[in-house]
């Protein structure tokens, strides 16, 4: 089973005040140096989703997919960005990862991949416990088989946006991950934010 990584970094940074948020240092790199790194030894090759000029990553070596769907759709579009590269790349499967996510977990695709294989399950979402609640998804960390882009076009073109709202009727698998101390999936959406995951670094790069 062939599979590429897609990193998603198509959203418009609302809350960070514009801008490409990835683009930001963290510890004398960018938050999507250390995303790039942390996928990289987990697939065979990866694809960056982003709108706008592609020349602003040229400094990744990442080929860049833009949205083919009109009107900043959400995550789902990157998605299916995604699924179309990886398809052309003569790839069963894409992993997604959010590219405002420094911490992401570095045995991401394996523990997706296990929960994929009982059932063999077109898709797989990442959760985390939760003492509140039974668990918390992490819908832009997923594994997805790339059949099933024609049926998520359609869905985008119908209006769906909502990443749960396509997967639960496909049976979206569930893959756990356990952690002590800081959160891998832990995300940089504002200047708030940033100041906490520097305050996380000594943990996860130490």
């Not at 900043?72 to 960005?81: D, R, S, T, W």
């Not at 929960?115 to 918390?136: G, I, Q």
């Not at 049926?151 to 639960?168: F, M, P, S």
Request: aromatic residues 8%; proline residues 6%; contains cysteine.
């Amino acid at each position: 089973m062939k599979v590429v990584g897609v990193i998603l970094a198509g959203g418009q940074s609302s809350r960070m005040g514009g801008g490409d948020k990835s683009l930001l240092d963290l510890g004398g790199r960018t938050v999507l140096a250390r995303v790039v790194d942390r996928l990289d030894a987990q697939v065979e090759a990866m694809v960056l989703n982003a709108n706008g000029d592609p020349e602003r990553f040229s400094s990744y070596g990442l080929p860049v997919v833009a949205d083919s769907i009109e009107g900043f759709a959400g995550p789902l579009a990157g998605v299916l960005a995604g699924m179309d590269w990886a398809y052309e790349q003569g790839a069963d499967y894409i992993v997604t990862v959010a590219a405002d996510t420094p911490f992401l977990p570095k045995h991401l695709l394996a523990v997706l991949q296990m929960a994929r294989e009982p059932a063999n399950s077109a898709l797989v979402m990442a959760v985390t416990p939760d003492p509140e609640r039974k668990f918390v998804r992490h819908p832009t960390f997923g594994l997805w088989s790339v059949d099933l882009r024609k049926d998520l076009r359609a869905a985008l073109n119908a209006g769906v946006r909502k990443v749960v709202q396509w997967t639960e009727p496909h049976g979206c698998a569930q893959a756990a991950f356990n952690f002590d101390g800081g959160d891998p999936f832990f995300n940089v959406n504002t200047p708030e934010d940033m100041a906490v995951a520097r305050n996380m670094l000594q943990e996860f790069d130490g």
